[in-house]
């Protein structure tokens, strides 16, 4: 005869008349002949159930109304589902069951206590009621009574209660099973999951996550050819969505591997309750009640081997407990005797883990056990302790442990490389390892505060769902500005091209910051900005990018403010990565550089700012390169300033300077005041970044500068400032004829060489000079070096504008997400 196919629903799929319908509905779609339908209580009323027990132990006055409550609950819920004689016949047997519970429920107000027993039996009314209903609701639907069969699992589940929980007599139960229902029997039978009989024939449980134990009972029990379990998700993900919602659905899990990823909490049907199918190998599959129409997630005994790791889950609220000692040292029974004082008081242990040293053994317990678990643990070893044989035992509270889980990570190389990789990328620290000889799990205890910052690095590094990263971008000026435009065009390729997650989550003004706690609207986020925001608050903006559930996180400076560079080092000591243009944290006191580049490697965090010299030029990238391979840089020089390579490219004395520098200011290319331009000041920070590049201890006021803003014009308002710079053009014409008058160009040129002389200002060039042939705007350096001695190296391009200083800063935040390990 065709074989048996076993359906299980839970109660969040048969909470209401509306999902038993539905669920009448995928039972009659399913086209096997046999079918056996388990189910649980409609959810919620086996605690409200348990919860009754406790108002009875005391003698709460609302314990009537509460057991009308659930009354009227499956009242309402057959009134939808049923009519006429259906719709009395389990109204008759509920109230009969309620003045039942009622009785017990005397007994129990009066002794103030309820016996196991007494509260299995209550407890296991609400898949008796469920399942009455659902068997009417297919009768009223068209099926025949001949076609639907009521089972009241307590008639044929035989089960003795052992260490391990509830062991079943097989023999018996299948005897009764075959007294119950004919051998032929071709139709539906609806099963009530959770409740058994134990060998004293009363009533009892299967326990936690009876109703899938049961599943399985009655799929092995039938020779089922294989069991479907209905929940409210798709099937079994990578990881938890609540943390990681990439998680991708899992197609094929092994036996072992559903084990595994249930046992360190992943929602899937539990480990125990596998154990009927896993002996048969009957292919047991997890879908949506809500959905039907998913493929959903099949375990079996053989899955595919890829990928490699197959899902990520983490346990919280865990204690790590150590016992560490000399005396421990190749002395035999330790390990018993600390698992023997644990299983005496019924502690659970989660996970082991002891170096080969046998210097220490370190355990995880639930952390509610903690205390307890420390207790047992220093009476166990009472005399070792005192005598100072054990040195301690330490618990570390809050913890949570990550398991990585795959069949295929067997024998596979550089797994647990690349587990390690990404939670040190994530700045995660490890405090305990645990691997078994099977290579399916890799376990590792870690602080809970990091527990979703680490699942999301992990889960991202195999490939299981986007790279993701935590922005924050200050400054949405004309090159903040650009770069959320650049990156808003981009960001869909990324996610597409190279699982690169990009997920703009602040912007913050020099007024207003606006946060998101997914993500900002980058088509929108001038409207958004321009809008009412928050009031600027640096570190609440620096600890929502930073956020737990983002395994890594990008603080973008693209503003000038010296208070944003000083805060730098705080936040990199913090493992928040930084891309800047902003020039002030590297030209800063040197004592605050050095402060800098500790606290990055303190930290493992990055910090690129390729932008601060020569806008998108790869400026200090080459200068690093040639350092890095052993050449020895002996003079940098160039033309930094965009501003001032275009006033001294276009100024040929036809006019005055100071008409140069206003036509320059109409343009947009000096700053809002030019004299921040005009000073040699940006020059000379840039110069204090190279210089420390290539090893110098510079101080800002190491810079010789040649200011072309006059003392005089220095303290007055922006408009007076370019009325009266006229009163100055005569020196300056003077300059420019004298240098033509030796075949030269004027320059403002910055240098800086390896005896650490620094000097800014302008200078005199032969027109055969590469600085006297740029474009208008260029920047251009030149490097002197040991290799680059008779033909130095040249890096020339547009140095200026928001969209090239733009794409340097997003070429750079591309590089850190290269190091945390997106492929690009």
Request: charged share 25%.
């Amino acid at each position: 005869m065709e074989a048996w196919k076993v359906h299980k629903f839970g109660g969040s799929s048969v909470a209401d008349a509306a999902c038993m319908e539905r669920v009448a509905g995928i039972i009659e779609a399913d086209p096997a002949g046999r079918k056996a339908v388990v189910l649980s209580a409609c959810r919620g009323v086996t605690d409200a159930l348990l919860t009754l027990i406790a108002l009875a132990e005391k003698r709460d006055p609302s314990l009537d109304d509460r057991i009308d409550e659930l009354r009227q609950r499956h009242v309402t819920i057959a009134r939808e589902l049923l009519d006429g004689e259906l719709y009395d016949d389990f109204v008759v047997q509920l109230d009969h069951d309620c003045r039942d519970i009622a009785g017990i429920l005397q007994t129990v107000r009066l002794v103030r206590s309820a016996s196991t027993t007494l509260r299995d039996l209550i407890a296991g009314y609400g898949e008796i009621w469920s399942t009455r209903i659902f068997e009417r609701l297919l009768r009223r639907r068209g099926l025949s009574s001949g076609r639907v069969q009521w089972l009241d699992a307590r008639r044929v589940l035989l089960v003795e209660w052992g260490p391990l929980g509830p062991g079943i007599r097989w023999e018996q139960s299948r005897a009764n099973l075959q007294a119950e229902l004919a051998p032929d029997f071709a139709g539906t039978v609806v099963v009530t999951g959770y409740i058994a009989t134990d060998t004293q024939g009363l009533q009892t449980t299967l326990g936690r996550n009876g109703s899938d134990f049961s599943a399985s009972i009655f799929g092995s029990l039938l020779d089922a050819g294989e069991i479907v379990i209905w929940t409210d998700v798709d099937g079994v993900l990578s990881a938890d969505p609540r943390l990681v919602p990439e998680a991708q659905l899992i197609d094929t899990l092994s036996y072992n591997e559903a084990m595994e990823l249930a046992y360190f909490g992943a929602k899937v049907i539990h480990p125990q309750t596998m154990a009927p199918a896993v002996l048969k190998r009957i292919p047991i599959w997890i879908k949506n009640t809500f959905a039907p129409e998913k493929a959903g997630t099949l375990i079996h005994y053989r899955s595919a081997p890829s990928p490699v790791v197959k899902g990520i889950t983490t346990v919280e609220k865990v204690a790590l407990l150590n016992l560490e000692g000399a005396g421990m040292i190749g002395v035999p029974g330790t390990a018993h005797r600390l698992f023997g004082a644990l299983r005496e008081e019924a502690i659970s242990v989660i996970l082991i883990s002891q170096g080969s040293s046998e210097h220490s053994i370190c355990f995880a317990v639930p952390e509610v056990e903690a205390d307890r678990a420390e207790r047992v643990v220093r009476r166990a070893f009472d005399p070792e302790l005192r005598e100072g044989q054990i040195q301690s035992v330490e618990v570390n509270r809050g913890c949570s442990i990550l398991a990585v889980v795959g069949d295929g990570m067997a024998g596979a190389h550089g797994v647990s490389a690349q587990v390690f990789a990404a939670l040190g990328k994530a700045g995660v620290n490890v405090r305990a390892i645990a691997q078994g000889a099977s290579e399916r799990n890799i376990s590792v205890v870690i602080d809970g505060r990091g527990s979703a910052r680490a699942l999301r690095a992990v889960h991202s590094s195999f490939y299981l769902s986007a790279h993701t990263v935590s922005i924050g971008l200050i400054g949405p000026g004309l090159v903040g500005g650009a770069l959320l435009d650049q990156v808003a065009s981009q960001v869909e390729r990324l996610r597409r091209d190279f699982k690169l997650d990009l997920r703009v989550r602040g912007i913050a003004g020099s007024k207003s910051m606006r946060l998101s706690q997914g993500a900002i609207d980058l088509s929108r986020w001038r409207e958004q900005h321009a809008g009412d925001g928050d009031p600027v608050d640096l570190e609440r903006f620096a600890d929502h990018v930073h956020a737990d559930q983002f395994p890594h996180a990008v603080i973008i400076d693209c503003s000038a403010n010296a208070a944003v560079a000083d805060r730098y080092a705080h936040w990199l000591s913090e493992g928040i990565h930084i891309v800047t243009p902003n020039k002030k944290a590297n030209s800063a006191s040197y004592e605050y550089y050095e402060r800098l580049k500790e606290a990055r490697r303190a930290a493992g965090s990055h910090y690129l700012y390729e932008a601060t010299v020569g806008a998108g030029l790869p400026v200090i990238q080459t200068l690093r390169d040639l350092r890095e391979t052993g050449d020895e840089i002996r003079r940098i020089e160039g033309i930094f300033s965009g501003t001032l390579a275009y006033l001294f490219n276009t100024w040929d004395g036809s006019q005055p300077f100071s008409s140069v520098v206003k036509h320059a200011k109409s343009l947009g290319y000096t700053e809002p005041d030019p004299r921040d331009d005009l000073s040699g000041m940006d020059v000379a920070r840039k110069l204090i970044i190279l210089g420390r590049e290539m090893g110098l201890r510079l101080e800002l006021a190491d810079v010789s500068v040649e200011s072309l803003v006059p003392g005089a014009l220095q303290g007055c308002g922006v408009e007076d400032f370019l009325e009266r710079l006229t009163e100055f053009d005569g020196p300056m014409l003077e300059r420019l004829a004298a240098a033509r008058g030796r075949g030269h160009v004027l320059r403002y040129v910055g240098s800086v060489g390896v005896d650490g002389r620094a000097e800014v200002g302008v200078v005199e060039l032969p027109t055969s000079h590469p600085f006297a042939n740029i474009a208008l705007t260029d920047n251009i350096v030149r490097f002197e070096t040991a290799r680059y001695d008779k033909n130095p190296l040249i890096v020339q391009g547009p140095g200026a504008g928001p969209a090239v200083t733009a794409a340097g800063v997003f070429a750079d935040l591309l590089r850190v997400c290269a190091y945390l390990g997106a492929q690009l």
